[in-house]
């Protein structure tokens, strides 16, 4: 794939279609799921997720369709990263089941939701990641193997499986953090060899999480944007002082929140208030 970047191209429904570049004479494309876990449903019968193992970090190469330098979906752009090595992001997971089963993935391969797989907007195609609950503990790995999740407000679409084994599946989202694994990589349960993964410390509900919408060097202007956002709730704007190699940054946050359902409405809205980047901090 050559010069020009993708766009999208075909009408919301179960899939959309990333059209790549042509200075050659052809091209290669790539499936892009937009539709939020809340519109999927689970399988009807149960299934004991206890005989399904962990995905198994493996060298493979790149999915010749599912890596584009960018993409774009409901006018959004969005950045495949060139590694994933040493990413480490917190935030919230969502689930898709039986709406995408069987369909195909944007690296190629069919979206199997009892196997052990992820959608993720930037990793390259295929990466593996230990995704933690951070409300329970309970942790995971998965084969990032398609795109999404496409909400504002999400990091990381778990397949079914996945999504019961981390106890995410009735609330339908969950507080996670996403760590990249490379293979050989030594887990909390042994069930790989080679360097350790930093431990993760357990939150509860109550600790709540933030919506960080601004960091600035001078705080009159974090006291502006806060001034700004006051009428989102009284009491949930505050500003933190930060000292980044040697400098004080202030940062403007939203929270603490317990309800996902409250952070995605005040989410909605921001750009009501000329907010337009932001992202969920976990202490």
Not at 33 to 59: C, E, G, L, R
Not at 82 to 102: L, P, Q
Not at 191 to 200: L, M, N, Q, T
Request: hydrophobic content about 35%.
């Amino acid at each position: 794939m050559l010069s020009s970047l993708p766009v999208l191209t075909a009408k919301i429904a179960i899939r959309f279609i990333l059209l790549s570049s042509i200075l050659v004479l052809s091209a290669c494309s790539s499936n892009v799921k937009v539709v939020p876990s809340s519109s999927d449903n689970a399988p009807s019968k149960q299934i004991d997720v206890s005989d399904i193992p962990n995905a198994v970090p493996q060298y493979e190469p790149k999915s010749r369709y599912g890596n584009p330098k960018s993409y774009v979906v409901f006018g959004k752009r969005y950045y495949v990263m060139e590694s994933g090595k040493g990413h480490v992001e917190r935030g919230i997971a969502s689930w898709y089941g039986t709406k995408f089963h069987g369909k195909r993935t944007s690296s190629g391969e069919s979206y199997d939701m009892y196997a052990m797989t992820a959608a993720h907007k930037n990793l390259p195609l295929p990466t593996y990641v230990k995704v933690t609950n951070l409300n329970n503990g309970k942790h995971v790995v998965v084969k990032v193997n398609d795109r999404g999740p496409f909400h504002e407000n999400r990091i990381i679409d778990l397949s079914y499986t996945a999504a019961i084994k981390l106890d995410i599946v009735k609330k339908g989202t969950g507080l996670v953090e996403v760590e990249v694994v490379e293979p050989g990589q030594i887990l909390s349960d042994d069930s790989e060899v080679g360097a350790p993964v930093s431990s993760v410390t357990s939150v509860s509900d109550n600790n709540g999480f933030y919506i960080q919408v601004g960091s600035f060097s001078n705080r009159v202007n974090a006291e502006n944007l806060k001034n700004k956002l006051s009428p989102i709730g009284e009491g949930l704007i505050n500003i933190g002082p930060v000292v980044v190699s040697g400098n004080t940054l202030y940062r403007v946050r939203i929270g603490p929140l317990t309800d996902i359902e409250q952070s995605d409405s005040i989410v909605s809205n921001l750009t009501n208030y000329g907010v337009y980047e932001h992202h969920i901090v976990i202490n």
